[in-house]
């Protein structure tokens, strides 16, 4: 893929994300590898449903801001992501309601923040780790990601949003779009004693799909 093409890609993602009310107003931010090693980032105070190709953050492969605006404030989200895991091509994070609203319930999993309801959400996102909350702009967020030693692909930032690196942008954005539907099925589902997938099925998903779940 060109640079061309991946700029034109996040803005697709992004927007395509806003228009189905996934994140809201100026709320989240996404970026992606480039072939050279360098990043694009969508800039600071900038709508989901309005990116610009042209005026996205361009870094380099040193962390140096070559081009476009000022990238968003939360870019020690996803510093920690690219740092802590090779694999990681994109990394995108979102204001989503219903994953912000398990989020503040009594008595959500820490470890594994998401009920296993679904196959999809298991083997596109593994275990997803409930960080507790910070104030915006807090170096402490990035280094509670950090402190999770790339073990993680996705985490929860209590009270405030998701954070998914893939390996790709289409791969972020699909694992966050599973996070955010899981957590609306737990909200949908809860108080109904439904019926989750058993122990069992998980083990089975993570064997079959080598899903990293530690
Ligand atoms: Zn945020």
């Known amino acids: ?17 806003f228009d189905r009310g996934l994140t809201g107003g100026s709320t989240g931010n996404i970026s992606a590898r480039t072939e050279d090693g360098g990043l694009l980032v969508s800039p600071t105070g900038t709508s989901f449903g309005r990116l610009d190709p042209a005026r996205l953050s361009r870094f380099d492969a040193d962390g ?6 000022a990238p968003t404030k939360e870019m020690p989200l996803h510093s920690a ?4 895991r090779s694999s990681a091509g994109a990394v995108v994070h979102l204001h989503a309601c219903h994953s912000v609203a398990w989020s503040m319930m009594p008595d959500a999993d820490e470890d594994n923040f998401l009920p296993p309801l679904t196959p999809y959400a298991i083997m596109k996102l593994g275990k997803v780790k409930l960080l507790p909350f910070f104030l915006p702009g807090d170096p402490a967020m990035g280094e509670a990601v950090r402190g999770l030693a790339g073990k993680r692909s996705a985490v929860m ?11 790709d942008v289409e791969a972020a954005c699909n694992a966050i779009e599973e996070l955010e539907d899981t957590a609306r099925l737990a909200m949908l589902m809860r108080g109904y004693d439904a019926r989750a ?10 064997a079959k799909f080598d899903v990293e779940w530690d």
């Open 197 to 206: 997938l058993s122990p069992e099925q998980v083990q089975n998903l993570v």
């Open 1 to 17: 893929m060109t640079e061309t093409q991946l700029r034109e890609q996040i803005c697709l993602l992004a927007k395509s994300m």
């Open 157 to 167: 930032l209590a009270n405030h949003g998701p954070v998914v690196a893939g390996k």
């Open 64 to 69: 140096a801001l070559i081009d476009g605006d």
């Open 81 to 84: 992501f690219y740092d802590t």
